[in-house]
C-alpha cells in the first residue's frame, strides 16, 4: 500500500522555468500514468515541471498508485508537479485555460492525457521553437493500429518550411485548412518513414492545427487571448485547441515537427459533450 500523495501547491509551483507540461484529464487513470511515464523518459531537456489537472466526478485519476508512482519518479528526478482538481466542469477551453493560469515558464506543452511521448521528443520540440520563434510547434500523433493503412493521397498536404515560418491566416474551404488531413491515422509517419532523415535532424513543415501535442511559446500564447475565449462559447465544445491555434498561427505562426515523437494511445474519448466547435463561433463572432 503506498502513501498518500502530496498534492503541491500552486505557489511552490510558479517559478522561473523553462517549460511546463499542461496535462488535463478525466476518467482516465491508466492512461494517464502512460503519458507520465513518457515524460519520465524524457532526457536533455532544460528544467520542466508538469501539471495535472482531473475532472473525474469520483477520486482524481492521481489517486491511481500506477499514477501516484509515476508522480513520485517526476519529482525524484527533480521535475516539480502541481496536482489540482477543476471541478464544476466548464468546457475544455476552461479546463486549459486554467491550466495555462498555473505557469509562468517560457514555453508550455499541451499534452492530452492519452499520448506517450517517445524519449528525445520534448528534447526535439524546444530545440525546434527556440530555432524557429515562432508561437508553436507541434508533434501531430501517431495512432500505430493504422501502422499499414498507407493513405498516399493524404502526403501531398505535407510541405516544408523553407525558413522560420511566417504568420498565417488560415481558415476553413482554403487549400491551407486541407493541411490537417495529413494527421489522422498514421499517415504522418508514412510521411516520415519515406524522407528517410539522418538520426538527430528533424524537419519544420506547414499546419492547419495539430491536436494532442502542442508546446506553445507561453507569451505569444497569451497575447493572443490564450484559452481566455470559454466564456464566449458553449460549455459543450470540442476544437477549443484549433481555435487557440489559429490565433497564433494568425499573428506569430507555426509548425509541425517531423519525426513526431508523439503516439496516440487510441482510447474512447472522454470529451463526450461536443455539440459545437469552438473555433467555428470565434470565427462567427469574428
Not at 120 to 133: F, K, N, P, Q
Request: net charge negative.
Amino acid at each position: 500500500m503506498s502513501r498518500p500523495l502530496e498534492p503541491g501547491t500552486s505557489d511552490e509551483f510558479r517559478a522561473e522555468r523553462h517549460l511546463d507540461v499542461l496535462v488535463p484529464t478525466r476518467h482516465r487513470p491508466a492512461e494517464l500514468a502512460v503519458t507520465l511515464s513518457g515524460l519520465a523518459a524524457q532526457e536533455g531537456v532544460p528544467d520542466f515541471g508538469v501539471v495535472v489537472s482531473d475532472q473525474s466526478d469520483d477520486a482524481p485519476a492521481y489517486a491511481h498508485p500506477a499514477v501516484a508512482a509515476m508522480v513520485r519518479v517526476l519529482r525524484h528526478q527533480g521535475r516539480p508537479v502541481l496536482l489540482t482538481r477543476r471541478l464544476p466542469r466548464r468546457g475544455m477551453a476552461e479546463h486549459r485555460a486554467a491550466l495555462l493560469a498555473a505557469s509562468t515558464a517560457r514555453y508550455v506543452l499541451c499534452l492530452d492525457d492519452d499520448v506517450w511521448l517517445a524519449p528525445g521528443a520534448l528534447r526535439r520540440l524546444v530545440t525546434a521553437i527556440a530555432e524557429l520563434g515562432c508561437g508553436f510547434v507541434g508533434n501531430a500523433v501517431h495512432g500505430l493500429s493504422y501502422r499499414h493503412d498507407i493513405r498516399p493521397e493524404t502526403h501531398r498536404h505535407y510541405e516544408e518550411w523553407d525558413g522560420p515560418p511566417v504568420p498565417e491566416r488560415i481558415r476553413p474551404g482554403t487549400a491551407q485548412w486541407e493541411r490537417a488531413l495529413l494527421h489522422p491515422a498514421a499517415n504522418l509517419l508514412h510521411v516520415t518513414e519515406r524522407l528517410r532523415l539522418p538520426p538527430g535532424s528533424w524537419r519544420a513543415y506547414k499546419v492547419s492545427w495539430i491536436g494532442g501535442c502542442v508546446l506553445y511559446d507561453r507569451e505569444k500564447l497569451v497575447d493572443t487571448g490564450g484559452f481566455d475565449f470559454w466564456r464566449r462559447v458553449p460549455e459543450r465544445h470540442q476544437g477549443e485547441d484549433v481555435a487557440a491555434q489559429l490565433a497564433v498561427l494568425e499573428r506569430y505562426g507555426g509548425a509541425g515537427v517531423l519525426p513526431s515523437g508523439a503516439f496516440h494511445l487510441e482510447s474512447p474519448t472522454t470529451v463526450t459533450e461536443r455539440e459545437v466547435e469552438a473555433w467555428e463561433v470565434l470565427l462567427e463572432q469574428a
